[in-house]
Nanobody, 120 residues
Framework: VQLQASGGGLVQPGGSLRLSCAAS????????MGWYRQAPGNQCELVAT???????NYADSVKGRFTISRDNAKNTVYLQMNSLTPEDTAVYYC???????????????WGQGTQVTVSS
């Protein structure tokens, strides 16, 4: 099982980006999917999570600007980021709680990280 993230890049303040993260491999089921970020010198922080039921949770700093969604048929989670500010600059990591096929335990998997830079 692996997670592959994409969609990062350089954007001007006030701009938008959409991140995607696809889970692949022998997957039986996926529970929570989410996005985290780590800025230089800072700890990794939660950005948003979404359950298989589509219930969502957001960090206060991104509420009203970011939207997390998922396509359960594609095992993919998205993060639509609008009204970006320089404070959103970070490496963004996707996470998924997955039960692999033929394996009884639920395990957290992480994507490789994608850089988001907000600068004029």
């Amino acid at each position: 099982v692996q997670l592959q993230a994409s969609g990062g890049g350089l954007v001007q303040p006030g701009g938008s980006l959409r991140l995607s993260c696809a889970a692949s491999g022998r997957i039986f089921s996926i529970n929570t999917m989410g996005w985290y970020r780590q800025a230089p010198g800072n700890q990794c922080e939660l950005v948003a999570t979404i359950l298989a039921s589509k219930t969502t949770n957001y960090a206060d700093s991104v509420k009203g600007r970011f939207t997390i969604s998922r396509d359960n048929a594609k095992n993919t989670v998205y993060l639509q980021m609008n009204s970006l500010t320089p404070e959103d600059t970070a490496v963004y990591y996707c996470n998924a709680n997955i039960r692999p096929m033929g394996y009884p335990k639920w395990t957290d998997y992480w994507g490789q990280g994608t850089q988001v830079t907000v600068s004029s």
